[in-house]
């Protein structure tokens, strides 16, 4: 089993040997217009999804990591909590060198036109969540770097032998404050007028169960909240 991995870690790393690579868009201006055509609900599990069922996968693993004070074996005991990571992994082929270089030029997207995702410029969703998405996959990383605030680079790293995989997995760090709620629970006690923006379990779960129907190879699908399984 592979180490788990530390997106702290794999920064550090990253920024002291990675292999540099400036992508094609390169103003968070623009980037920020781009995520403004992928503001629907769900978006950036939906582009994930396709990405891994383009890439053969046949199981999609979506982890959520929250402040939870402790561990929990009911999912109600997470509603309310502040959420700090999400990781997607799946078991679709592993980055080839074309993948990793269409990946830093992401706006290019797959020239197959039956791939309905494949890290396209819908990929670029994830940066409503992270601030410096990290993929990993096989043998190899890259992490997504802001220069100067306005120029994004790639990083692509070297994974220690303990750390290799056969899956390929998205890290996102959270940058925002995101909320974990569960519909099925009515709770005012840390109800405030801050705006804090949601992931709602409960449509979430109910979404997975519907995003089999857009999938070729997909076969299995399961959501956990700190290593406690919540849906498959």
């Known amino acids: 089993m592979a180490e788990i991995l530390n997106p702290d ?5 990253a920024l002291q040997n990675g292999q ?33 069922d383009d890439a053969g996968a046949t199981s999609f693993h979506l982890e959520i990591k929250c402040d939870a004070s402790s561990a929990s074996s009911a999912e109600t005991h997470f509603n309310n909590c502040t959420i700090t990571e999400i990781r997607a992994i799946n078991n679709g082929h592993v980055f080839s060198t074309a993948d990793w270089q269409r990946v ?10 039956e791939s309905v995702g494949q890290f396209g410029v819908g990929f ?26 306005k120029f994004l680079q790639t990083l692509r790293h070297k994974l220690l032998v303990e750390q290799q995989t056969k899956t390929t997995s998205i890290i996102l760090k959270m940058r925002d404050k995101y909320i974990l709620r569960i519909e099925s629970i009515l709770d005012n006690s840390r109800i405030t007028n801050e705006d804090v923006p949601t992931i ?33």
């Open 9 to 13: 870690k794999l920064r550090s790393k």
């Open 20 to 52: 540099p690579t400036s992508t094609s868009i390169n103003i968070r201006r623009l980037i920020d217009r781009i995520l403004t055509h992928y503001s629907s609900d769900f978006v950036v599990f939906r582009e994930l999804i396709q990405n891994a």
């Open 104 to 113: 830093a030029t992401i706006a290019d997207g797959n020239i197959d036109p």
């Open 124 to 149: 670029f969703s994830v940066f409503s969540y992270a601030e410096e998405p990290i993929i990993v996959s096989g043998k190899e990383y890259m992490i997504f770097i802001w220069q100067d605030n």
């Open 200 to 232: 709602n379990l409960t449509q979430l779960k109910a979404y997975f169960a519907k995003a089999l129907s857009f999938t070729r190879n997909m076969m299995t699908l399961d959501i956990k909240v700190n290593q406690l399984l919540v849906f498959q």
